[in-house]
């Protein structure tokens, strides 16, 4: 298709986002990078590029890539759900999307079989807007459109969205609450683990609020507050505090504690969101597992 550019020197990425409005500015940009924007019949790769009145805009944009992903019907506790959007219950031992040793099961192929998502995370991970850790439990919102994983990711940047997380740890806080602000980044030995890294060493700005909601001899329940997410970041930030997550086979003391665990002892328990289209505040809480139970109740007995 062609477009005329009527203003003068608009950023090519925006002017074609408020073109053709289905789209997201995202995937625009991604089409600008793949080469199917020309101007002025040449290949336009530069996003920032400015348009000047007079520019003649030819767009391609694909068909879109059939995924390789084959759906599973794995049942899947719904938290909330309508046309643009859902908020799921993850179990644990569940990884969010396809990666090296785990390419069935994932939490994307049971999406796959429930219903349509966005494309914007690509053929591997459609609609997934935020992740939780394989054996981290609770509240994960997905996307079904362009348009609402464009405004939920802009959400969780303007951290305007609130995740919260419940989480036994080892040990009690001097302190009823505080703020952990410590950069997290990869661990520069060990590649599967993430530390606490200056951000001149590669590490990224990382923000946990906690506070203890209850307190159970030498254990605590305390609430986290993300205000950024980084990969592994509660649980880096609870071992730095010197209060590891209770189970965290990683970042964990490794101790017995007497109850079964499928993995730490941390749960996405409430997230709290605007609706894309709608801007209705979206609040939903996610039970507690039944193993998060029976550890707390054994944790008060004794």
């Known amino acids: 298709m062609f477009a005329d550019a009527a203003h003068t020197e608009p950023r090519l990425d925006l002017w074609l986002s408020q073109q053709l409005p289905e789209l997201s500015r995202a995937r625009w940009q991604k089409l600008i990078i793949l080469g199917q924007i020309q101007i002025a019949e040449r290949v336009c790769v530069d996003k920032h590029y400015r348009l000047k009145a007079g520019d003649r805009v030819s767009i391609t944009i694909p068909a879109p890539e059939p995924l390789a992903l084959t759906p599973e019907a794995i049942p899947l506790d719904l938290l909330y759900e309508d046309e643009h959007l859902l908020i799921v219950n993850k179990p644990a031992g569940m990884v969010v999307h396809p990666s090296a040793g785990h390419h069935t099961g994932t939490l994307v192929h049971a999406l796959l ?44 940047q303007a951290k305007t969205a609130r995740r919260e997380y419940l989480g036994i740890v080892y040990g009690t806080p001097k302190v009823d609450s505080g703020t952990i602000d410590l950069p997290v980044g990869r661990h520069p030995v060990d590649r599967l683990r993430n530390t606490v890294l200056p951000i001149e060493q590669g590490g990224k700005s990382a923000v946990t609020h906690w506070q203890i909601e209850e307190r159970l001899r030498s254990f605590s329940l305390i609430k986290f507050r993300l205000e950024t997410g980084r990969t592994h970041q509660i649980r880096v930030h609870a071992a730095k505090m010197g209060h590891p997550i209770v189970g965290d086979p990683v970042y964990g003391s490794g101790r017995s ?17 605007i609706h894309p289209h709608t801007g209705v505040l979206i609040s939903v809480t996610a039970p507690i597992p039944s193993y998060f139970e029976t550890l707390l109740q054994v944790l008060r007995n004794r």
Do not use: E, M, Y
Request: glycine share 10%.
């Open 113 to 156: 079989a429930h219903c349509p998502l966005s494309s914007i995370g690509g053929i591997q991970r459609p609609g997934i807007v935020h992740r939780l850790d394989k054996d981290t439990t609770g509240a994960i919102a997905i996307a079904k459109t362009d348009f609402a994983h464009q405004h939920l990711q802009q959400q969780l």
């Open 257 to 273: 504690i007497g109850v079964n665990l499928p993995g730490q002892a941390l749960h996405a328990w409430h997230l709290q969101l």
